[in-house]
């Protein structure tokens, strides 16, 4: 029987990529191989994200190309939809589901009269009530017993099918509490839930063994994981437990919450080996105002505060950060602000985003009065200081031996990065030519020759570690 071909398209966040590698799983245990070609495939799966405008309009763009194809295909959806984009959702799409109810995708394949019912498939016996997950949160209520949140996370006892065969994302936990004013997330992915404990050191482990070398914890806060459980244990308790796991591999966590980062945390991460010191914090404004406005629960004091505390207590510390321009009453005195913390903190790297209101959120009922002119303005501005920062962190690594992981060959060169997650063109030497394949995925050393604000150049010393 031929094999029926799936395009996946995962928007947004890595929880989102995460996911789809699970969806991957089932599909190719059901016969499913992947496409990189839309108009061949059969199936066509999106996860969605509704952080951004751009990512729900590319939905809708793609959508009409799909209509244009000869070949028609199954359209899925999963991922994050604000309540109001689903409607809109469902007429583009054959089979609209929430993620936690992966393991009935094939029952919902089998019930599609675009791919006939196929034997083969693995029915499950359970009929899947579909849709996107519930805007009240009702299932992911932190209230809710310990039952419910392992229904929500069996879809996480699928194994995924990960990207390459040494970087893996681990989700520790989903949703989130906090309700920024600008964010949809609450009411797309729910409550925060924490994974269980035992679960995750499990799936390290076991990713450890299969000779991973890097694994990403994920959640939309990382640093709160565990606050839902009762007596349960932190996120520093988790990190100890996967540091003692033995191997050579690094631990890298995303994304942080500013106002959960106890003195606990920040002050026994360097005594963790596997732990990178990289740490990713987002700011959203330099502004307290403007703080105030996005419900973020911190000062501009408190920030600057933090920031100066781990670059204190963790040695060669790179900190990165996510900052929002134009949001609703950004004066030109707020934007200063930013500026100033980022002039303060030093940012070594930043994703800089010009506010766009998503519906459903507080802050699309406040008026957004800042001209794109402006947040464009402000976005160069900002991506200046970025730049100078970031320049003045990496010629501190020239002429300094430092240790990569090897991500790629690209270009004539290969491509891998810091634990500090920098960047690094490594010039390979004629003498490892030949031997690109066998060091991707490796730990090298490189001697670093040069910096830019975004990469480090440098030659390779050796490429021992296994
Ligand atoms: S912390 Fe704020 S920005 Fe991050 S996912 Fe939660 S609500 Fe959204």
Redo the contacts with the bound molecule.
């Keep these: 029987m031929n094999k029926k071909k799936y395009y996946l398209l995962p928007l947004g966040c890595a929880q989102n990529i995460s996911d789809a590698e699970r969806v991957s799983t089932v599909l190719e245990e059901n016969r499913f191989v992947i496409t990189s070609d839309e108009s061949e495939a059969d199936l066509i799966c999106v996860i969605a994200c509704s952080v951004r405008q751009s990512a729900i309009d590319r939905i809708y763009g793609r959508s009409k190309i799909w209509g244009k194809y000869k070949k028609k295909s199954l359209k899925i959806l999963s991922g994050c939809v604000l309540p109001k984009d689903r409607k809109k959702m469902e007429e583009i799409f054959d089979v609209v589901f929430g993620i936690e109810s992966l393991e009935e995708l094939p029952s919902l394949i089998a019930l599609s009269s675009v791919i006939p019912a196929d034997s083969t498939l693995r029915l499950t016996a359970r009929r899947v009530e579909t849709g996107i997950q519930s805007s009240n949160g009702k299932r992911l209520d932190p209230r809710c017993g310990e039952d419910d949140k392992k229904n929500y996370f069996n879809y996480l006892s699928i194994q995924p099918k990960h990207g390459n065969t040494f970087q893996a994302l681990v989700p520790i936990s989903n949703g989130?509490n906090?309700?920024?004013s600008y964010?949809a997330?609450?009411y797309t992915r729910g409550r925060e839930v924490s994974r269980s404990f035992d679960e995750i050191v499990n799936e390290v482990k076991d990713l450890v063994k299969n000779g991973y070398k890097e694994i990403t914890l994920l959640g939309?806060?990382v640093n709160s994981y565990g606050n839902d459980i009762k007596g349960g244990k932190s996120f520093l308790d988790l990190l100890e437990e996967l540091d003692k796991i033995p191997g050579k591999f690094w631990i890298r966590f995303i994304?942080n919450?500013p106002k959960d980062f106890p003195n606990e945390l920040i002050e026994n991460l360097p005594k963790l080996e596997k732990v990178t010191p990289y740490i990713h914090l987002?700011l959203q404004s330099g502004s307290t105002k403007i703080l105030k406005g996005m419900n973020r629960k911190y000062t501009r004091k408190d920030y600057l505060t933090l920031v100066e505390k781990i670059r204190k207590n963790i040695p060669d510390v790179a900190i990165g950060t996510d900052t929002i321009v134009g949001f609703p009453g950004e004066t030109e005195k707020d934007f200063e602000k930013s500026i100033e913390v980022f002039e303060k903190s030093k940012f070594d790297m930043a994703y800089i985003a010009q506010y766009s209101p998503r519906q459903g959120t507080v802050s699309a009922r406040m008026k957004d009065d800042i001209s794109k002119e402006i947040k464009k303005q402000r976005d160069k501005k900002l991506n200046e200081v970025l730049k100078k920062t970031a320049l003045e962190n990496n010629k501190k690594y020239v002429g300094k031996e430092v240790e990569v992981l090897v991500e790629k060959e690209y270009k004539g060169f290969l491509w891998g990065r810091t634990g500090t997650y920098k960047l690094v063109k490594i010039d390979k030497g004629p003498s490892f030519v030949k031997k690109s394949g066998e060091i991707i995925g490796r730990f090298i050393k490189i001697k670093i020759k040069s910096a830019t604000p975004w990469t480090l150049s440098g030659s390779l010393l050796t490429a021992n570690s296994k």
Excluded: A, L
């Design positions: 989130c906090n309700f920024c964010c997330v609450p939309q806060n994304s919450h987002p």
